[in-house]
């Protein structure tokens, strides 16, 4: 078992191991032997093979690309597909593969930079790294009264018992709440302030089903480690609190 | 007092890397709160005295081969130690201090860096495969976030880079990303184009496999 992660990990995927082809057989990549390239891949899936069953799908798809270019490599000129509006390059066949693939190298080459830094921050050492201290919000701070998910729990409970009164329990609503919808909702809301009260999340909804769905989508984001809750009385309002700083946009784009 | 070494003893003090207005802040508010000769000497620094200072600080550190030097990291300073000393400080320090990240979660964030606010699927269409479990490893690390919806059917979610990606890689903002005006570019050219730009990237899609769709370029900002 342990013997066949050794050898997917080597690749991480169709474009790493057609990389790799590409700089063992020493080819061009802008002018790859579509058929050379196609034969010893097809011969890297047969070895997959014998040692995982199931050759994750991706490597499959890939292998009926390179088939499918192979076969219209093959088709005279004046039989080829053609579009008046494309240029030459992207009349080849080839094209799309060989963008995917100078395109993949380039990030993967900027991996391997990006892992360089990363060695050079291992080795660096401050004088007190804890990753609390990085974010001071994270850590614990003692004039917080610690919350539990059974505070959060209750005043889900407060608000449904709301809502409930309010709702004419003999009409239907449909279901027009979606969670991803209320995730939506509640990063607009927290985008605004650093600290958001947690009854605003709820102000306006009039159904069971939305303040469900709201809350839901409230444990997801507290899940995916965007949002976190603190109460800073017993018994008090609970705050949604944006744990991560806005993400650093200094990559504008360039145009549109 | 030099305002140097008043810095100095600010950074070497902090549990964190402080940012210039940080720094001001801490110089300036004691001439409020316990006045003296001595605080209200620092009342009016301005933002560029600290600059320099640290700027002499660096300086003073390397021409003096000292132990430690000053990092900046996203916008921020700290001191610390020179990483030809890493061997002998290892010890002292959990070996789980640092956590380097799979080469799947490097590729990832690099896509992500370099093209934020990307979706999922943008990201899946370079990797040419699926990267559902490493976003969720690194949303778990905080080094990247969701920033967003793309005006795209179904409203897909879109990654951007963190804070803490930046402190990760001790980088001080994505500009010193090498290649960064080349990579960020979404349809990258690789041959002299022949004729007008192209920007049709439904030419080469006669009849292709899904998988290989070029990534849309319609970021929503």
Not at chain 2, 74 to 80: D, N, P, S, T, Y
Not at chain 2, 211 to 219: F, G, L
């Amino acid at each position: 078992m342990s013997d066949y992660k050794v050898q997917l990990e080597v690749f991480e995927g169709p474009l790493d191991l057609l990389l790799y082809l590409i700089k063992k057989e020493e080819v061009d990549i802008y002018n790859i032997p579509i058929a050379r390239i196609t034969s010893q891949y097809m011969e890297y899936m047969d070895l997959m093979k014998m040692i995982v069953p199931d050759v994750a799908g991706e490597f499959v798809v890939m292998g009926a690309t390179l088939m499918y270019i192979k076969s219209r490599m093959l088709l005279p000129e004046d039989q080829q597909v053609s579009d008046p509006e494309a240029s030459a390059d992207e009349l080849d066949p080839r094209w799309d593969l060989i963008r995917q693939l100078v395109e993949y190298k380039k990030f993967k080459e900027a991996a391997e930079h990006l892992h360089k830094r990363e060695l050079f921050q291992e080795s660096v050492y401050t004088r007190q790294r804890s990753e609390a201290a990085l974010e001071p919000s994270v850590g614990r701070d003692p004039n917080l009264g610690d919350m539990s998910v059974f505070d959060l729990l209750n005043a889900f409970n407060l608000v449904l018992k709301r809502v409930d009164q309010a709702e004419d329990l003999r009409e239907i609503f449909e279901d027009r709440f979606t969670v991803s919808d209320k995730i939506d909702f509640i990063l607009r809301l927290t985008a605004v302030e650093e600290r958001t009260a947690f009854s605003r999340l709820f102000e306006g909804t009039a159904s069971r089903m939305e303040v469900i769905v709201t809350f839901l989508a409230l444990l997801e984001l507290i899940r995916l480690k965007q949002l976190r809750v603190e109460q800073s009385s017993i018994f008090g309002e609970i705050d949604i609190v944006r744990l991560k700083p806005e993400p650093t946009s200094s990559i504008k784009e360039s145009s549109s | 007092m030099e305002l140097k070494s008043l810095i100095e003893a600010i950074l070497f003090a902090a549990q964190r890397p402080l940012s210039i207005k940080e720094i001001k802040v801490l110089l300036v508010n004691p001439a409020e709160t316990e006045e003296s000769e001595p605080t209200r000497a620092f009342k009016k620094t301005r933002e560029a005295e600290i600059s320099a200072a640290i700027q002499e600080l660096k300086v003073d550190y390397t021409q003096q081969g000292r132990g430690f030097q000053v990092q900046e990291v996203a916008g921020a300073f700290q001191l610390v130690s020179h990483p030809q000393f890493a061997p002998w400080l290892k010890p002292l320090f959990d070996e789980h201090r640092f956590h380097r990240l799979s080469q799947p979660a490097l590729e990832t964030l690099a896509i992500i860096a370099y093209r934020q606010p990307i979706t999922r699927t943008d990201i899946e269409s370079v990797r040419g495969v699926m990267v559902d479990g490493v976003i969720q490893t690194l949303l778990e690390r905080g080094l990247i976030t969701l920033t967003g919806r793309a005006e795209a059917p179904g409203r897909p979610m879109l990654y951007g880079t963190t804070r803490a990606f930046l402190e990760h890689f001790g980088l001080n903002d994505l500009n010193e990303l090498p290649a960064i005006e080349e990579l960020r570019r979404r349809n990258l050219q690789w041959t002299a184009p022949t004729g007008q730009p192209d920007v049709n990237p439904s030419a080469e899609q006669t009849g292709e496999p899904a998988d290989v769709e070029p990534a849309p370029a319609s970021p929503t900002n």
